[in-house]
């Protein structure tokens, strides 16, 4: 069992940067991969970044691609997710995610490939 707790969400103005976190706890070493992903009202959960246990080269969704930075420190067991030149339509709640299993290319971007999730963050960006 991992759990997972976001923190850092907030109310911003359009073009403000923010970082959530992410504290990863429990059986910490079967997290191979974490993530993040985002769903705003009416919509399905929309993968943002991943990024394996060893830290190699993180994979991004292409609509945060340049905006978004996903990094890990694995000695604290935390997450990150940064976010540069906010807009209105990354209102959404903010979710952590973890998996059990090492996946490749665009395995990253499907929620069940993921095990475990935190109860979500929510992020408001006011234009």
């Known amino acids: 069992q991992v759990e997972l707790e976001e923190s850092g969400g907030g109310l911003v103005q359009a073009g403000d940067s923010l970082t959530l976190s992410c504290t990863v706890s429990?059986?910490?070493?079967?997290?191979?991969?974490l993530g993040w992903f985002r769903q705003a009202p009416g919509r399905e959960r929309e993968f943002l970044a991943a990024?394996?246990?060893?830290?190699?080269?993180?994979y991004y969704a292409d609509s945060v691609k340049g905006r978004f930075t996903i990094s890990r420190d694995n000695a604290k067991n935390l997450l990150y997710l940064r976010m540069n030149n906010l807009k209105a339509e990354d209102t959404a709640v903010y979710y952590c995610?973890?998996?059990?299993?090492?996946?490749?290319?665009?395995?990253?971007?499907?929620?069940?490939?993921?095990?475990?999730w935190g109860q979500g963050t929510q992020v408001t960006v006011a234009s």
């Open positions: 995610t973890s998996s059990t299993t090492y996946w490749t290319g665009r395995s990253f971007e499907m929620p069940q490939n993921y095990d475990f």
């Open positions: 429990g059986r910490t070493l079967s997290a191979i991969v």
């Open positions: 990024s394996t246990w060893n830290n190699v080269v993180p």
